[in-house]
């Protein structure tokens, strides 16, 4: 039985020790440019900062601030680990849970929380890269928190329905994140091909696979949304109320 035990360690780990192929999530190192990579690094800087002294208002005026951001940054991290491979070199689709954070602590908290994800995700998974961390922190920690909240507060003032309304930010934040995707790899790899081409060709690739995985996270946002405002006792208003 222990000689069995043994067989079954030795070939679980040589299975983990061969070579295979990488499906890396968000734009993988070494694909963009160094102008292009530099220069989603300044765009995203702004809001980074923004997002440290939100942290750290909010969590001067609110003591469960700090853990809702741990537990906010963790769900996030888990939530973007779930690649989907697209028919393109060098990115995937998967989702991105930055709607649920915006509307939860903030969109710039979420800015912060999401640069963690990155790194700790390029670092130890693979996935993404250091070079590309300013383009992938720009596209879901910039451009998809802030659509959602965006929409989020759009409806709320509109009446409609906690629910829905964070199924539309959870649906908004997941292909918001892909388009300013796409906008960033065909503003960088255009080559002798128009922008559009480029752009037109990525939408069409991660079509399939974000079109239903955006409907899958809206579910997953609402559902989530109401068991913090219901079993947690989380407000609907707890952003709105740590503003100055």
Known sequence: MIKTKRCLLGLLVMIALLPQSAFAMHITEGILPPLWAGLWFVLVAPFFIWGLREIKFNSLNDPRYKSMIALIGAAVFIISCMPVPVPFVGTCSHPAGTGLAAIIIGPAPTVVISSVALTLQALFLAHGGLTTLGANLFSMGVAGAFAAYGVFLIARRLRV?????????????????YALTSVELASALKGEHAF??????????????????????????AIAYQFFCSKLKL?????????R
Do not use: C, Y
């Open 161 to 177: 329905p906690i629910f829905w309304a964070a199924f539309a930010a959870g649906l908004t934040s997941d292909w918001a994140t």
């Open 196 to 221: 559009m081409h480029w752009f037109n060709t990525l939408l069409v690739a991660f079509a399939p696979t974000q079109i239903p995985l955006g409907i899958l996270e809206g579910f997953l946002t």
């Open 235 to 243: 407000p609907v208003n707890f952003i709105r109320s740590k503003k």
